[in-house]
């Protein structure tokens, strides 16, 4: 024990030290720098929402895609600080790409990013458990405050726990609290604005044998303690900052001392649960009173039953699909009119090409944009109060052996689900698995699902071609078909996914262990925290590509190649003078040569040949180009296509497809058409952003690509079938 | 190095193997990664571990861990099964 004190004497020295240097070099107005780490579900985001509210920032860790909220909280009136929220964690060695963000934060002291302390929360009904990623961090040498969250609940369990004793034992200030009403942040915020020093107490000392390999790496890395230096002997692999030579250096030294990372991993934690047990063995007591069956456990046996489970989680879904569809379309038609009464408002009051770019342009592009945000905010309510409560676990439960036939996991309902709203944090949300190979499997098959920027052609489309009537009394055959498209989309996930199953080869095995949470009402505050997190997400960014392709879209339907557009026009005016045709009908004609000698035009007559055998045309190649970027902006083109010319009052899409004509004067848009089109964007990937997603989640461009070549493929042969079949 | 593999103990029972309800004691884990991953959730050997509940399919289950059923953790099968209990 005496080499462990004397280790403890130096790094504690070298640690103020560094700390009282890193302190001078700082900017007077800088702020202080506090990260906020945890295990899953003790109460984290609860504590960061109450620290920052909505002073919150999301941006992504430098190299990878995780999260990295920030937020500012107000300690003082005149004391500000900068919370990092990292993700949810059991240990510091690492099991996910989640989990690595906060090793690459915490081994690197020279960074800009290092915080000054961390706010360690734990859950007190659990604290043996909670204190093991405790202790990592306290050796670590990181000053530390011990928010020891949810006493009620440790309360309502028996559990006592003598917070001045456990002060003593751990060498850190512990602050008792209750994160979801509010209870004990005043005091939190009291210590946070208190410097703090590095901890002194120790909880685990490196076997004696490993010392000259971590005393190696410590003076070469010139590391402030002992077990830091062991960390980076079993993690050099994947520490982002090392270079080459670093790892070959640590690679050697691991090689020559015979060093095994997994089995000393457990052998480490095995001694940390030695020493927490005698800590915990003074520091809390528990009277055991007569246990009654945890609610959660008979809510369970309705909410996970093999009948009542799934009927209520299929009700849950449905509802989620009414709030998506029914409810949000009130909001949504709101902000079409408020948009289409501005731009009225601006082309009776104003006249020119700058106006037209404004209206037909800019806020054409905004409006589409806009319209999405009820959608996204209800959906993301919905799949935040399901995470708050402790159901999404449930479903992941009760889904994961069937998921797992088609090479998909548990975990990849959350994502799947998602994909109904958007497939960019759909995406981003498979990052919760672990296991590499069904990660890539619900990444690649997620777009399938039918988004809800495809909402609005299957509207416009099925508005169309399939007559509104009911069915059987209660059901519509809209409805019916739109439900349809959904199943179609689902189904081509899933098979696809079993399809990558088979094809994809991995040793890497598939684990499922997680922890069940017990059911907890839903915190609103955190609710709304998300729903505005999600849509500020998807205003600024997809909002900036809809609006640019927008104005793009503008250009190219306005503007031609040389004095081309002049030139048809002139034509036009000339034989409608010579006939004596109506104002209107000229102007008509004069928009529709415009549009097919702009730009716009050229794509799409050159497109045209290849998509001819699925009955599209040029304009429908005009719209396949534009939305390649963002399907949604499908809809927008095909508007302003077919409304070049038409009059105000021909507000619809819908009417101005209808009206749409053939070369022989036939309605345009046949139920063979309409199909071949809606099959088409089902499967097409037509989506740069989740193009994005996929090469920031997967670190290449493989993914991406193959992505793209095979939906494109899927939604090509399949339109060809439709049409074929249909025509 | 011997390559020829030898089969464990005749161990007796598993988390696997547990009726509804029933408890054990864990005794060790029987694979390597799995291990950590169990041991970091607080599947330290000697601990109670109590069998709460399938899955309608019959996988995965839950299980109640610690003296007192702290918390409730859900696993496969397969995993469960690297769970060994003591007799």
């Known amino acids: ?727 | 190095m011997s390559t020829r593999f030898t089969p464990a103990q005749p161990t007796p029972r598993s988390v696997k193997d547990l009726g509804m309800g029933e408890a054990g004691t864990i005794c060790c884990l029987n694979d390597p990664e799995m291990a950590l991953k169990l041991l970091e959730m607080g599947c330290i050997p000697g601990t109670r571990i109590r069998l709460n509940s399938r899955a309608p399919l019959g996988c995965p289950i839950t299980v109640m861990v610690g003296d007192g059923e702290d918390y409730t953790l859900s696993l496969r099968v397969n995993e469960a099964a690297t769970i060994m209990l003591k007799e």
């Open chain 1, 1 to 727: 024990m005496a080499s462990a004190d004397t280790i403890t004497g130096r790094a504690g020295a070298a640690t103020s030290a560094a700390r009282l240097e890193a302190a001078a070099m700082r900017h007077p107005g800088t702020l202080t720098r506090i990260a906020l780490i945890g295990n899953p579900n003790s109460g984290k985001s609860s504590l960061f929402n109450q620290l920052t509210g909505l002073n919150q920032k999301v941006g992504n860790f430098p190299g990878v895609t995780v999260d990295r909220k920030t937020g500012i909280a107000q300690l003082t009136p005149g004391l500000r600080a900068e919370i990092i929220d990292l993700p949810g964690t059991y240990s510091l060695y690492p099991k996910s790409l989640d989990e690595k963000v906060i090793t690459d934060l915490l081994y690197d002291k020279t960074s800009q990013q290092y915080p000054d302390f961390v706010i360690i929360t734990a859950d007190a009904s659990n604290l043996r458990r909670n204190l093991l990623l405790f202790t990592q961090l306290a050796d670590l040498g990181l000053p530390a405050v011990l928010a020891l969250n949810m006493m009620d609940v440790a309360e309502q369990h028996g559990v006592k726990i003598d917070i001045q004793a456990l002060q003593q034992e751990l060498g850190v200030p512990v602050i008792p609290m209750n994160a979801r009403k509010g209870i004990g942040i005043a005091a939190l915020k009291i210590v946070m604005a208190q410097q703090l020093d590095a901890p002194a107490v120790r909880f685990y000392a490196p076997e004696e044998a490993l010392l000259p390999m971590i005393r190696q790496i410590r003076y070469y890395f010139n590391l402030h303690n002992d077990y830091l230096a062991l960390h980076y002997a079993h993690q050099y692999r994947q520490i982002s900052f090392l270079s080459a030579d670093d790892k070959a250096y640590i690679g050697e030294l691991v090689q020559q001392y015979g060093f095994e990372a997994t089995p000393r991993q457990a052998q480490e934690t095995i001694d940390r649960y030695a020493r927490i047990n005698d800590i915990l063995l003074d520091t809390v007591s528990v009277t055991r009173t007569e246990r009654k069956e945890p609610y959660s456990n008979r809510l369970d046996r309705v909410l996970t039953h093999r009948v009542w489970g799934y009927l209520i989680f299929f009700g849950v879904l449905f509802l989620m699909f009414q709030a998506v569809f029914a409810w949000a379309s009130y909001p949504m038609d709101l902000i079409d009119e408020g948009i289409a009464f501005i731009n009225s408002l601006i082309q009776t009051n104003f006249d020119g090409p700058l106006i037209n770019l404004l209206t037909e342009g800019v806020l054409a592009g905004l409006g589409g944009v806009l319209m999405f945000v009820p959608q996204i905010a209800l959906l993301f309510a919905f799949i935040a109060v399901l995470e708050e409560t402790g159901y999404m676990a449930r479903v992941t439960f009760m889904m994961d052996k069937i998921m797992r036939k088609f090479g998909l996991n548990g975990k990849s309902v959350v994502p799947l689900i998602s994909g109904v709203a958007c497939a960019v944090p759909a995406i981003m949300s498979a990052r919760t698995i672990e296991n590499w190979k069904d990660r890539i499997i619900t990444i690649f098959v997620t777009p399938l699902m039918s988004c809800s920027a495809r909402i609005p052609i299957y509207t416009v489309l099925i508005g169309l071609v399939v007559p509104d009537e009911p069915v059987l009394g209660i059901f519509n055959l809209r409805g019916i078909a739109l439900m349809g498209l959904y199943l179609l989309g689902f189904f081509a996930a899933i098979f696809s996914a079993l399809a990558m199953k088979l094809l994809l080869k991995t040793k890497e095995r598939s684990y499922f262990i997680m922890e069940f949470p017990v059911y907890r009402w839903p915190r609103w505050k955190n609710v709304g925290i998300t729903i505005v997190e999600k849509v500020k997400t998807f205003v600024f960014q997809a909002g900036k590509v809809i609006v640019a392709i927008s104005v793009m879209l503008w250009v190219l339907a306005s503007f031609g190649p040389g004095q081309t557009l002049e030139k048809a026009e002139a034509q036009v005016r000339e034989q409608a003078a010579a006939q004596a045709r109506p104002a209107a009908e000229t102007d008509m004609q004069v928009a529709a040569i415009r549009l097919e000698n702009s730009y716009a035009g050229v794509f799409g007559r050159a497109l045209e040949p290849a998509i001819r055998p699925l009955g599209f045309d040029w304009k429908i190649g005009i719209a396949l180009l534009t939305s390649f970027a963002a399907r949604e902006v499908f809809v927008g083109t095909i508007s302003t296509i077919y409304s070049v010319g038409q009059d105000a009052d021909m507000r619809t899409v819908q009417q101005k497809l209808a009206l749409a004509k053939d070369v022989d004067g036939q309605p345009f848009f046949t139920t063979a058409r309409s199909a071949s089109l809606l099959v088409f964007y089902v499967f097409a990937m037509q989506c740069m952003s989740t193009l994005a997603t996929t090469y920031r989640e997967t670190k290449g461009w493989k993914w991406p690509l193959l992505q793209m070549v095979y939906m494109t493929g899927l939604a090509y042969f399949s339109a060809l079938l439709v049409y074929q079949l249909l025509k």
